[in-house]
């Protein structure tokens, strides 16, 4: 069955609870998810965001981690490196969790993981 997407905006208004969590692994089209969900994600109930950041991927799609990092610093979240993928290799990758500083009050376990948040500006360069 082919049905197409539905911007992440649009599921809250689906939804009669929250929204605590979404997935992002979109190969390079990852801009694309928090451009659709400026709603949801800039709401006081907002989500966490489990997400990989490709390099590759995303200069494929047309953006690169700067400009995806930047977008969800916008919002205000952070991005927490968890994995790294591939570092001797042409095109290392991270997975990692967005959040914001609100996320560990409702999520515990984000405080007791000992991430540190990704410099959005350097990424960027």
């Known amino acids: 069955m082919k049905r197409p997407a539905d911007e ?4 809250r ?13 979109i190969e390079g089209a990852e801009l694309m998810a928090p ?7 800039s709401a006081e109930e ?3 965001i489990v997400m990989e950041v490709n390099p590759r991927a ?4 047309g953006s690169d981690a700067g400009e995806l990092l930047g977008l969800l610093a916008s919002y205000g ?5 968890v994995a790294t993928y591939g570092q001797n290799t042409l095109n290392p990758w991270i ?9 560990r009050d409702r ?6 993981w000992d991430l540190k948040p990704m410099d959005v500006a350097r990424r960027a360069s």
């Open 77 to 81: 979240y952070d991005f927490f490196p």
């Open 107 to 112: 999520f515990p376990v984000l405080r007791e």
């Open 35 to 41: 451009r659709g969900a400026r709603a949801l994600l």
């Open 8 to 11: 992440l905006s649009q599921i």
């Open 58 to 61: 995303l200069a494929f799609g």
């Open 13 to 25: 208004e689906c939804n009669s609870g929250s929204v605590d969590v979404i997935k992002v692994d």
């Open 95 to 103: 997975n990692g969790v967005a959040a914001k500083p609100a996320h």
């Open 46 to 48: 907002s989500p966490v």
